[in-house]
């Protein structure tokens, strides 16, 4: 879908100004990035590290997202698309099904290295886009999106944000026996890996049911994780999730 297509989210698109960016906002990037890797490099999986080639990072410099968005398009036909900031749940959701990824393009200062309250550009390149250069985790997210899109009812999009929360931000999974990340709050927190790591939060397997019925905690270090065993039962797993969704606004039609 072409930008022009977009009604929520229209008001949020925004040009990325990349020769704005200081000299000391390139050194703080380098800083988190260089921070992070040697973690990634052993933790991240294995769609994360070949998203990262594909797609162009460079631990020197900020990304610049139309030249991320070149490369992304023929493999997923994603696009990584500056936003102005948080944006509200519908036209979250509708660049998520037309395959746009809303980015931020700001940078935390120097400050702030491990942890930021609202996305960043690190949060949301770091952190998400090279797995969107993996097919199948690719039509996942389109899928959530434009799942989400048809929905209104708070409730049930509520439980829905839980399995986003417990994938696209907090996912792991399980490669060559061990346990790896691949969502973005786990890829861009130091805080968060090393709890993974550690040993410090409990790493269940992947069930649908159980991570729709998990409230998300915000307030703290998260005691309880999942883990996939494949791309391909995310994939499933959100045809599922549809079908869920169906059938609870079926049941609480009116007149049943
Ligand atoms: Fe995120």
């Not at 009812?153 to 490669?175: P, S």
């Not at 999730?241 to 007149?255: F, I, N, T, V, Y």
Request: proline share 5%.
């Amino acid at each position: 879908m072409p930008a022009e297509q977009l009604k929520a989210a229209a008001p949020f698109l925004i040009e990325q100004k990349y020769a704005e960016y200081s000299q000391e906002q390139h050194s703080v990037w380098q800083e988190l990035v260089l921070r992070r890797w040697p973690q990634i490099e052993a933790h991240g999986c294995r769609e994360y590290l070949e998203g990262y080639q594909i797609i162009g990072l460079q631990k020197e410099r900020l990304p610049n997202l139309a030249a991320i968005s070149e490369k992304l398009r023929p493999r997923t036909g994603w696009s990584t698309t500056p936003v102005s900031g948080f944006l509200p749940a519908p036209a979250f959701f509708e660049m998520l099904a037309a395959r746009m990824f809303p980015t931020t393009t700001w940078l935390r200062g120097r400050d702030s290295l491990e942890y930021t309250p609202e996305p960043d550009i690190f949060h949301d390149v770091f952190g998400h886009v090279p797995m969107h250069a993996h097919r199948v985790f690719a039509d996942f997210l389109q899928h959530y999106g434009s799942v989400c899109a048809r929905i209104e009812d708070q409730e049930l999009l509520e439980q829905l944000g839980r399995l986003f929360w417990y994938t696209v931000e907090f996912g792991l999974i399980r490669q060559d026996g061990a346990i790896k990340v691949y969502g973005s709050g786990v890829i861009s927190s130091h805080r968060e890996c090393s709890n993974v790591i550690e040993g410090g939060c409990e790493v269940r397997d992947f069930q649908l049911e159980e991570v729709l019925r998990t409230p998300v905690r915000v307030d703290r270090i998260h005691k309880l994780l999942f883990a996939i065993g494949s791309f391909d039962q995310l994939y499933e797993a959100m045809h599922a999730a549809e079908d869920w969704a169906e059938q609870r606004l079926l049941e609480s039609r009116p007149g049943r």
